[in-house]
């Protein structure tokens, strides 16, 4: 009750902040804090100049870090927020003032329990990046490493926990008394962000994500991940070896240093696929100011906070999806749809081909390079409402990083579609892993895992025998022993056949 009470005003002050930019369209949607509106409205109500989605992203960004990246994660979220405010929200700014060289040593002191001067012989008080989260110090190791140090700011995790928890609060508010929204999962939306932001308030965690990611791609030719220092990395600190390069957006200083822009297009291309589909873990966080061009050409992304994960059975899914949309084959894009479970198998298979065509026909009539991928999957959400298709929050991610991509692949060449040049890496992979043979071997391993199993499985069938047979009356004047030992063993058999059918299915 009380912490329902504190949600409250808590949720005045924020309204009041969305009504001062006459951006409380969101809350008036959601339609389950009406007196909270109604009071916003009567306090702070005034007209403000912009489109809704900038007028919402100035209120976004005056109430911090935990709502600058809130407004970025719906930036994926047409379904929820709308197309035009999903692309202002799009160009939400993870930039905030610099906190004092001092107060980052002294984090850096209190975390790795050393003097910085013992942990580095050079450290630049002054940041080169300030985020949200976290602001970025340059400095160099006594052997003489050129580095860049994160650093946590102070009493961020207080502030993020606070506002998770309203966060949580309203999402369990909309589930129960707003059933219609329950598809949109708000609750599971909340969860994958909070897991997503926990994992930014621990740079040890991150530091474990570049690890993971250099691992992945460390025969990879044309892309590097920095080397993590572990022995200056903590929770609250995070040192890696420094990146020397050029904005991957920076087409005249690429074009000034002799580099082709669709090479480093094919290049970075060819990265993502390799990451989202081959890996299953990829960047999902690669704005311009995230990825660098060295001076070999080598492509260098930074700042692992935010990575993606996807299981082998969605990117299969995804991979046919992709490749049904530019073959147009829209009755594929929809078998997948049913087949991954994100339409209810009631509906209507051919209603819902009917709508992947006029999603995709207006779109996929444009020069291929027109053409947006990312956009094209998230204008599937317009017919969610009639589908009852469910949020899938795993592809929230893919889906604002495969926007970033395009937009910065159309920066360095708009003439060409980034996913054709990887299409010829996609058909490899779907055939390796989608084809009679990847199909045979993955029956194969279903069936050898079932027999593992076999033993367990007759152990629990034999103890359920036992069970029932004792549990059964004994017939007057049998023997007890035979006429109990004939149940069990009928029982005992009937469980096999079951288990072995089950096996014969598999196979």
């Known amino acids: 009750m009380i912490g329902s009470i504190v949600s409250v005003a808590r949720l005045i002050g924020i309204a009041r902040t969305f009504a001062r930019h006459d951006a409380l369209f969101p809350l008036e949607r959601m339609g389950v804090v009406r007196p909270v509106v109604a009071i916003a409205k009567f306090m702070s109500r005034r007209d403000v100049a912009g489109r809704p989605g900038e007028r919402l992203s100035a209120a976004l960004e005056e109430l911090g870090p935990t709502f600058i990246k809130l407004g970025q994660a719906l930036s994926v979220r047409p379904d929820l927020v709308g197309e035009d405010i999903a692309d202002d929200l799009a160009t939400l700014q993870d930039r905030l003032p610099p906190f004092p060289g001092d107060t980052a040593r002294r984090t850096i002191e209190e975390e790795l329990a050393e003097p910085v001067d013992s942990l580095f012989a050079q450290f630049d008080d002054t940041p080169v990046a300030a985020a949200s989260i976290a602001q970025v110090h340059f400095a160099e190791t006594h052997d003489g490493d050129l580095v860049a140090v994160k650093v946590l700011r102070p009493g961020i995790e207080a502030r993020f926990r606070q506002d998770i928890e309203l966060f949580l609060w309203l999402a369990r508010l909309i589930e129960r008394t707003r059933p219609a929204l329950r598809r949109l999962r708000p609750l599971e939306v909340v969860r994958t962000f909070e897991a997503s932001v926990n994992i930014e308030m621990d740079l040890r965690l991150e530091a474990a994500a570049a690890s993971e990611l250099r691992e992945n791609t460390e025969n990879d030719s044309g892309f590097r991940v920095p080397r993590i220092d572990w022995v200056r990395t903590g929770r609250r600190v995070m040192t890696l070896e420094r990146i020397e390069g050029i904005r991957i957006d920076d087409l005249a200083a690429l074009e000034a240093a002799g580099f082709a822009p669709r090479d480093i297009l094919r290049r970075s291309a060819e990265s993502f696929f390799n990451q989202v589909f081959r890996d299953g873990f990829f960047h999902a966080d690669i704005h311009p100011g995230n990825m660098f061009v060295t001076a070999d050409g080598t492509l260098c992304p930074v700042d692992f906070g935010i990575m993606g994960r996807l299981d082998r059975k969605t990117r299969n899914y995804l991979a046919d999806m992709l490749i049904g949309f530019l073959d147009r084959d829209y009755k594929r894009v929809a078998e997948v749809h049913f087949e991954a479970g994100y339409v209810p198998a009631r509906k209507s298979v051919g209603a819902f081909t009917q709508a992947i065509r006029s999603i995709g026909e207006p ?145």
């Open 363 to 507: 779109i996929l009539g444009k020069p291929l390079h027109e053409i947006s991928l990312a956009r094209l999957l998230a204008h599937l959400f317009q017919v969610t409402e009639t589908f009852e298709m469910e949020a899938q929050p795993q592809l929230l991610l893919l889906q604002k990083t495969m926007l970033v991509a395009e937009g910065v692949g159309r920066t360095l060449d708009p003439t060409v579609n980034m996913w054709s040049l990887a299409r010829p890496l996609i058909e490899e992979w779907i055939l390796v892993n989608r084809g009679p043979e990847a199909r045979l071997r993955d029956m194969v391993t279903d069936t050898v895992s079932t027999l593992e199993q076999l033993p367990q499985l007759l152990g629990r069938a034999e103890a359920v025998a036992e069970a029932l047979s004792g549990a059964q009356p004994v017939n007057n004047g049998a023997d007890e022993g035979t006429t109990g030992g004939m149940r069990s063993d009928w029982i005992l058999y009937g469980l096999i056949a079951i288990i072995a059918v089950l096996l014969i299915a598999n196979l």
